[in-house]
């Protein structure tokens, strides 16, 4: 995988070797970057498109938690971008990425039942 000078997210230095699911994530996470500066996403936007490029199954899949920095990262990039994710009451990360990244509550219940 090549990098950019555009990309900021999880840049080639702070990520080890990475298994499928968490390489597809990362550069899935780029690809958003580049659509939010050329289509000026923001806000309620980006976390719209991160939902639906990510359901619970992919996002909260037992694969991507084996790089724990993972969810700390995602959180503060989202909340970067304007997502302005709300602190899940437990204080964990994937809990708050669970509970406040999707607007269907389908997708929500599927994501903190995944996410326990």
């Not at 939010?36 to 976390?47: C, N």
Request: net charge negative; hydrophobic share 40%.
């Amino acid at each position: 995988m090549e990098e950019t000078e555009q990309s900021t997210f999880m840049p080639r230095a702070l990520i080890p070797d990475l298994n499928v699911k968490l390489e597809g994530i990362i550069c899935s996470v780029r690809e958003l970057e580049t659509h939010i500066s050329e289509e000026q996403l923001a806000g309620p936007k980006v976390k719209e498109a991160f939902a639906e490029m990510f359901p619970p199954a992919t996002l909260f899949h037992p694969a991507i938690q084996t790089m724990p920095s993972i969810s700390p990262v995602l959180k503060n990039w989202l909340n970067k971008n304007g997502a302005a994710l709300a602190p899940h009451s437990s204080h964990r990360i994937i809990m708050t990425l669970a509970s406040t990244v999707y607007s269907d509550s389908e997708d929500t219940n599927a994501a903190v039942e995944i996410a326990r």
